[in-house]
């Protein structure tokens, strides 16, 4: 019987990934597309309010390509900047390989389905506000924890 050739996130470092490898791990969460709130000792708390750019049921970035130049605080990841990022959710596939972690069972790339991201309660569907509902001192009250949501089910 033919071996099947362990996946290119098992094989290569996230440096020696290609574009379109490297693009394949996100998993479309959107996580990293809300809001979030630091504290005075560096903790980072996430609250539900979605960048304008974020459409709420695919949770992809209208405007992917321009990014950067449409919102002046989105960070386009690369592998150079991985170890600076801190706040990536525990589940981020960028976050996950770098600290030397497996892929997910309903990671996309494992499972071939984008919904699985959806049932596994990871991705941010049914959970976010648009940010123009939101005003800056009320940031605080749309706090979220990751944990709490999913044992709440959505
Ligand atoms: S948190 Fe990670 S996997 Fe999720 S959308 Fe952001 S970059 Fe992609
Ligand atoms: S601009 Fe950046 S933060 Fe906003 S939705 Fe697009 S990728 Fe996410």
């Given at each position: 019987?033919l071996?099947e050739p ?6 290569k470092s ?6 379109q ?7 479309g ?7 979030k709130l ?15 750019l ?5 949770c992809?970035?209208?405007?992917y ?5 449409l919102?002046?605080?989105?960070l ?6 991985l ?19 497996a ?10 389905e ?8 990871i991705s ?6 648009p ?24």
């Open positions: 019987m071996k362990a996946p290119f996130w098992k094989t996230l440096e020696e990934m290609t574009a490898e490297w693009e394949s791990l996100c998993d969460c959107g996580r990293c597309c809300l809001n630091e504290d005075d000792e560096g903790n980072v708390f996430y609250t539900n309010v979605a960048c304008r974020l459409d709420d049921q695919s992809l970035c209208k405007s390509e321009k990014r950067s130049y919102v002046k605080d989105c386009v990841l690369t592998p150079e900047i170890n600076r990022v801190s706040w990536l959710p525990e589940s981020c596939a960028y976050r996950l390989l770098n600290e030397g972690k892929l997910p069972l309903w990671h996309p790339l494992i499972s071939n984008a919904d699985t991201v959806y049932h596994a309660r941010v569907r049914g959970i976010v506000v940010e123009k509902e939101v005003a800056e001192e009320e940031l605080e009250d749309h706090i979220i924890y990751w944990n709490q949501l999913d044992s709440q089910g959505r």
